[in-house]
C-alpha cells in the first residue's frame, strides 16, 4: 500500500499518510491565504483513518467557525485543517509532505477569491467555491467577519 510521509521544517512534527488521499485541489480561499501566508496552497485530502502522527503534537487554532487548523508549535509549519462540515477528512498541505510533486492537484478551489496576478494555464476545473459538498449551515468565508 502507498506510504507517504511528512514533517515539518523543525522536525519536531512528523506524519505518514497510508494509501492514496481520496482529494487534491488547489485553494485560493482568502482565510487558508492568511492562515498560511501564502497567496494559495494545495490541499491533500485523506480520510482521518489514513493519517498517523508519528512524532509531536501539532498545535491547533480554530478562528473560522467549524474550521480547526494544526501547525507545528515550534517553527510555525503549517500542518492541516479538519472541518467539522466535513465529517472523517483531514486536509494536508502539500508544504508538510515529504515528496510534494507526488500530489498532482485535480481541480481549482475558491477560483473567485484568486489573487489577480495568479494565472493558470493548467487545465483543471475552476470551481468558484467550496469543491466539497460541505454542511451548508456553517457558512462560506464571503459571509465571515
Ligand atoms: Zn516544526
Known amino acids: 500500500m502507498r506510504l507517504e510521509h511528512g514533517h515539518c521544517f523543525c522536525g519536531a512534527i512528523e ?82 509532505m515529504h515528496a510534494p510533486e507526488r500530489f498532482a492537484p485535480e481541480a481549482h478551489g475558491y477560483w473567485e477569491l484568486r489573487l489577480p496576478y495568479i494565472v493558470m494555464n493548467d487545465g483543471l476545473p475552476r470551481i468558484e467555491t467550496y469543491t466539497r459538498a460541505r454542511d451548508p449551515s456553517l457558512g462560506t468565508p464571503r459571509e465571515r467577519e
Open 15 to 96: 506524519a505518514t499518510f497510508e494509501g492514496d488521499p481520496f482529494w487534491i485541489c488547489f485553494d485560493h480561499d482568502d482565510d487558508c491565504r492568511r492562515a498560511i501566508g501564502s497567496p494559495l496552497t494545495i490541499w491533500i485530502g485523506y480520510q482521518a483513518a489514513q493519517v498517523n502522527f508519528r512524532r509531536g503534537e501539532p498545535a491547533t487554532f480554530s478562528k473560522t467557525r467549524g474550521i480547526v487548523r494544526s501547525f507545528c508549535g515550534t517553527c510555525g509549519t503549517s500542518i492541516g485543517y479538519v472541518d467539522e462540515g466535513l465529517p472523517n477528512e483531514v486536509y494536508i498541505c502539500v508544504g508538510f
